[in-house]
């Protein structure tokens, strides 16, 4: 993360060229959509989106949308069925983001996911994220581009506001149009609502219900949570458990053997889903410092802990 006050660089090509060279550095940058500005990483690099947590102070980790260059980078990354396919030709590049399965093999860090099987995925119309999408080459994954709980950025002064020394560029190109954040559909579910109205829609939607809990497979889920009992705080490994260890415990793996909270909620996913498929039959994990990302990370380990 930055340390001094984050550079302001107007659109062009030196600042797409300073952006990308940030992004496939594993920095977050912040870049102007036509909804918002959004704070951007290489959603391949599970370390360049743990610092978009680290930068916006996020007490939680959702599922991030990922920005692609267009339809063939988006197919790249996750399954589209008919209905997904007419809403892509229809509406990108623009508001729309679509949650679809995420391709077996697909170079998408789980923290970008939260660990979940399905991807949002959206094509951005805005002339400065498609350069910094064509420079960098990455998929990016890119929430608001604000601190936590804070109003969504339409401006390069809102985010510098915000996020101050946080990051250290800022791409600027004027306030965005929309101002409000992408139309989320999953299927014929409307997530969130936004600026394409469902009333542009091939067909008719249903509203998501607020808290909806998960009663089958296939069903939405917003978060993926380990099968196997999950035991906080652990210290050492009791009988048949796979302890995930931090800092000076080791366990049978570590999130970060240095107790490095960025370095730990890059790996918390996959070293979740390790413990899920593996021999032990319940999960046990380490204490982990609640300071900086490293409340995101408890606050979803109490989660899984306690359903
Ligand atoms: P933001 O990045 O802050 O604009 O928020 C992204 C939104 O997309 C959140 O409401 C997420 O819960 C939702 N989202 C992203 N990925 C998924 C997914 N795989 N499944 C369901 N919802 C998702
Ligand atoms: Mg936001």
């Not at 069925?81 to 892509?88: G, I, K, P, S």
């Not at 093999?105 to 949002?120: E, K, Q, R």
């Not at 581009?145 to 109003?151: E, F, L, R, V, W």
């Amino acid at each position: 993360m930055a340390d001094s006050k984050p550079r302001i660089l107007r659109y062009g090509m030196a600042a797409v060229a300073e952006a990308a060279a940030r992004i496939t550095a594993g920095e977050p940058v912040a870049v102007p959509t036509e909804t918002v500005y959004g704070l951007a990483a290489d959603a391949t690099n599970a370390q360049a989106v743990a610092r978009i947590y680290a930068a916006k102070g996020r007490p939680s980790f959702n599922p991030l949308i990922v920005h692609v260059a267009d339809l063939a980078a988006a197919e790249a990354l996750a399954v589209f069925d008919a209905d997904a396919r007419l809403l892509a030709e229809r509406f990108w590049p623009g508001p729309l983001t679509l949650v679809l399965p995420l391709r077996v093999g697909a170079p998408i860090a789980s923290l970008v996911t939260a660990g979940l099987t399905t991807v949002a995925l959206r094509v951005p119309r805005h002339r400065a994220m498609q350069a910094v999408l064509a420079a960098s080459g990455r998929p990016l994954a890119a929430p608001s581009a604000n601190a936590s709980n804070g109003i969504s950025p339409t401006r390069a002064e809102h985010v510098a506001a915000s996020l101050g020394t946080r990051i250290g560029l800022i791409l600027d190109d004027g306030a965005t149009d929309a101002g409000l954040e992408s139309t989320i559909l999953a299927g014929r579910t409307l997530l969130r609502p936004g600026p394409i109205g469902i009333g542009a829609l091939p067909w008719p939607v249903k509203r998501r219900e607020e808290h909806a809990t998960v009663t089958a497979p296939g069903q939405l889920t917003t978060h993926y949570a380990p099968t196997k009992p999950l035991r906080l705080n652990a210290l050492a490994a009791e009988d048949d458990e796979w302890l995930i260890g931090f800092g000076a415990i080791r366990g049978n793996e570590s999130l970060s053997t240095r107790g490095d909270v960025v370095e730990a909620a890059a790996g918390l996913f996959d070293a979740l889903h390790r413990a899920d498929a593996g021999p032990a039959s319940r999960i046990a994990v380490a204490p982990i410092p609640s300071d900086g990302v490293g409340e995101a990370i408890n606050d979803r380990l109490t989660r899984a802990a306690h359903r």
